[in-house]
């Protein structure tokens, strides 16, 4: 049974699309995240949700919403893709702070 | 904003010996975790150690933390070649502050047959 799953594992797709990463958390987790690694390996996060509610939005191009139509699920839906977004996505979930995070196995992004 | 800074960027060792890595950061923290990522796959919890503590276990894992130097090791004894990975510390800010986890660039271990 995977915990966190993303879909899809790749995505490739021409400048100016639009996309959507799905994320999916069955350990009944009541928060969700989503993190860019970039080609150095630095992981950044983009956004925080608890309980379907965001709490954490850093500086990311508002061409980034995120969804959560339930606790389970936080999608990512990215518009006007542009090269500089090209990179690994990583899903992530907790069951509140002071715990470990489990993540997904990433969405590998690039963008052409 | 980077908060973790480990320490060496990279190292390569025998199987059988230890390896050590270092991780500072630079404010407080309500705990610091440690991470593992295998090449093309996604971050696995290893271990966790709240501010409060100095020393914890996890079989063949050992996690140190200075508050005082605002830095943790992670020991791992009898490396294997399954250990080879890269290593992220990553430091969870007290309550009141904003509760995700910063992650440091890691450290990349390569562990030779």
């Known amino acids: 049974d995977t915990a966190v799953s993303q879909t899809p594992k790749y995505l490739v797709t021409q400048m100016g699309n639009d996309k959507s990463i799905k994320c999916e958390q069955n350990l009944g987790h009541d928060t969700m995240y989503w993190y860019k690694q970039d080609s150095k390996k630095f992981l950044k996060i983009m956004f925080s949700y608890n309980n379907k509610e965001l709490i954490i939005n850093e500086t990311v191009p508002n061409r980034f919403s995120p969804k959560s139509p339930d606790k389970a699920h936080l999608n990512l839906h990215i518009n006007s893709l542009e090269l500089g977004d090209s990179a690994v996505y990583f899903c992530?979930?907790?069951?509140?702070?002071?715990?470990?995070?489990?993540f997904g196995s990433g969405t590998r992004l690039t963008v052409v | 904003s980077q908060q973790g800074e480990e320490d060496p960027q990279a190292l390569s060792i025998q199987e059988g010996e230890n390896a050590t890595m270092n991780c500072s950061y630079k404010t407080s923290i309500n705990n610091l975790q440690w991470y593992r990522q295998n090449s093309g796959r996604g971050l696995v919890h290893l271990i966790l150690i709240r501010s409060n503590e100095r020393e914890k276990h996890s079989g063949r894992l050992r996690v140190t933390l200075d508050t005082s130097k605002k830095s943790s090791s992670l020991l791992i004894t009898a490396s294997r070649a399954a250990d080879t990975a890269s290593y992220f510390c990553a430091t969870e800010a007290p309550l009141g502050s904003q509760g995700n986890l910063i992650f440091g660039k890691g450290t990349k271990l390569s562990v030779k047959p």
């Open positions: 992530a979930s907790s069951p509140t702070r002071g715990y470990g995070y489990t």
